[in-house]
Structure formats: C-alpha cells, structure tokens
C-alpha cells in the first residue's frame, strides 16, 4: 500500500493587481516527519476568507506571505498522529493548518473541537465568522432595537449573519449586495427589510430611500466608495464597524478611502471603529453560546457555499474577492475517520 502524499497550494508568483490561478501552484510531496513534541493532522475543511488576499500585499495582524510559501487558512483537522501528551490521534481540531492535506504544527496552535453540530458550522455560524459577526455588530457597533443597521458584504459570511442578528434584536436592516438575485435572497430569505445593489447607477438614492431615518449602524465589509456613501447617509451619534476592505484587497494599488475623513465623522458625531475577532478571544464562549441557542431554535439561517476538494482553493478565493459566493466559502477537503 502506497503511503499518503501531501498535496498543497504554495504561491508560484505574487500578484501585481487581481489575483489568478496561476499565482498558485499545486505541489505533491512526501508526508513530513512529526518532531518530538508535534501533532500531524489531517485537513478535513478549508475556510476561504477575502482577507487571505491581503496577507500577500504585505504584513498585517500576520507576516506576510512569500512565493514559495504554503497558502495559510483557518481549518478544521483531524490528528493522525501525536507526540505531545495535549492531543491524541482521532481528535477533531482547529487551527491555522493552510491549503494543504496535511500539517504539522505546535500543540498549542490547536484547539481540540467536541462537535455537536456539522463540522462545516464551526467554521461558519459557530466559528470566526460568527462571532466576527456577533461581537462586530453588539459590541462595536452597539446596536439597538428600534436602529436602523446598514450591512455591506450582505450576501457574504459575515454580512449574512449580521443582518440576521440585528433582525433578533428588533432592528431594521438594510443589506448592500452585488445583484438582483443576492438582493431578493437578502429579502425573501432571511428576512431583511431591504436591499440594495452598489452596482445600480441611483445606488446613493436607492440607499437614501431605504434608510429615511439615516443609518445607526454601518457594518462595512467593503470600504471604498460604497463606505464613503454609507457615510453621507449617517445618523446623529452613528456607528460605522469596519470590519474589512474587500474592494481594496485585490490590488497592489488600493484605492484611497472614504473622501471627507474626518470632517464627515466630525459633523455628525460619527464614530468609526475597526477590530478584529480576537480582540474578544476571552469572550468567545459567550458569543457562541448565544449562536448556537439561536441556531437551536431554527432563528438563524445557515448559509454555505462549499466546493468540493483542495483543487478548488484558489479558485474558491478568486470568487470570493468577485462576489460569486453566497454565505461562508470553505473547501471539503476529507471526512474524519
């Protein structure tokens, strides 16, 4: 019997402005040895983030990636092999363990995981995107019932779920999609009060008929010009949440941002605030906590959007950076055993 290989998606070249399959590339090695002290895991699934665009333009909360380098991503892992006394083989994992079948990695760079739903919600409602989503728009954005919250990304991971906790807690929402089709889904299924495209010549306007009060809460997932019309738009005392630049990553010549800064935040009182999901990290329990209870009794709507096989990993992130997916991208890359 042939032992197992190791395939993996290493970066063949860096991108100069959109990204492209063929700054990826697929190499096939030997299963490394596991040092003293280490854990091998199997890859189970991928989680697919725009914000892995951005670790090639340079260093961010992490160092940067360099040609050459396996692709990093959070995923789930299975332990096919220990030799720390912290994990056994069979234990169900999470961990930043790249595009790739196999890893190898500290014991204290995994989680151990004690599944009671699907394996793919915890890396969608009941992982980082769902407290990303929880923490980014309660505690950042302080939203209230009665406010009128404003989701931009409204059709992808996070901005799916934002708006639907603001639903649970009696706020008005308006979500901003790419498309008819994201739009009625916004609407029809999981129950936003409007939506809006950014791709519409009246975009100003139609989002000024949508939000005639003004915007409490902007939730920002894309910077750029739909930000900067978000924040024409704001009420007295409004939150804008900037939690990602999507329409700046895929380039290595961003943008500028948000025209009128600070003056516009100034005349309204506005505060803009960005952070990132582990500044909560010792709170996670609690916002899972109020996830999976919402997810028990059929209040929140779980959306997906998973390919099948490591293959697709590159082509899985160039979609996300174009708006083709639908919910949280990941890859299924095995089952446990």
Not at 31 to 44: A, I, T
Not at 214 to 236: E, K, P, S
Not at 263 to 277: D, E
Request: glycine share 12%; aromatic share 8%; hydrophobic share 40%.
């Amino acid at each position: 019997m042939n032992a197992p290989k190791n395939r993996r998606w290493r970066v063949a070249a860096m991108p100069t402005e959109h990204l492209e399959t063929s700054h990826f590339e697929l190499e096939t090695v030997d299963l490394p040895d596991v040092p003293e002290g280490q854990v091998l895991c199997r890859v189970l699934w991928i989680s697919i983030d725009a914000a892995q665009r951005t670790w090639l333009q340079g260093a961010t909360y992490r160092s940067a990636v360099q040609v050459g380098d396996t692709i990093p991503a959070f995923a789930i892992g299975q332990v096919v092999e220990s030799r720390s006394e912290d994990f056994a083989a069979g234990d169900i994992v999470t961990g930043h363990l790249g595009w790739q079948d196999y890893a190898v990695v500290e014991p204290g760079e995994l989680d151990r995981l004690v599944p009671t739903k699907k394996l793919s919600y915890y890396l969608s409602v009941l992982g980082i995107t769902g407290v990303t989503a929880y923490f980014g728009l309660l505690d950042v954005g302080e939203a209230k019932p009665g406010e009128t919250v404003v989701v931009s990304g409204a059709a992808g991971a996070t901005g799916a779920l934002v708006g639907q906790i603001a639903k649970l807690k009696g706020c008005r929402v308006v979500g901003i999609c790419g498309s008819p089709e994201k739009q009625k889904w916004l609407t029809s299924e999981l129950g936003f009060d409007a939506a809006v495209s950014y791709r519409d010549d009246d975009f100003r306007k139609s989002l000024n008929e949508a939000c005639p009060d003004g915007i409490d809460v902007y939730f920002d997932n894309v910077g750029g010009a739909t930000l900067d019309t978000a924040l024409r738009i704001m009420a007295h005392r409004g939150r804008v949440v900037c939690c990602g630049v999507v329409s700046q990553y895929d380039t290595t010549n961003p943008a500028r941002g948000a025209r009128g800064v600070p003056g516009a935040l100034i005349i309204k009182s506005i505060t803009m605030r960005g952070f990132l999901y582990t500044d909560y990290a010792e709170r996670f329990d609690e916002g899972f906590q109020a996830l999976q209870g919402w997810l028990d009794d059929g209040s929140l709507t779980v959306a997906e959007d998973i390919l099948e096989g490591i293959e697709k990993a590159p082509e899985g992130l160039i979609g996300v950076l174009n708006g083709t997916n639908v919910g949280k991208r990941m890859i299924h890359v095995a089952d446990p055993s």
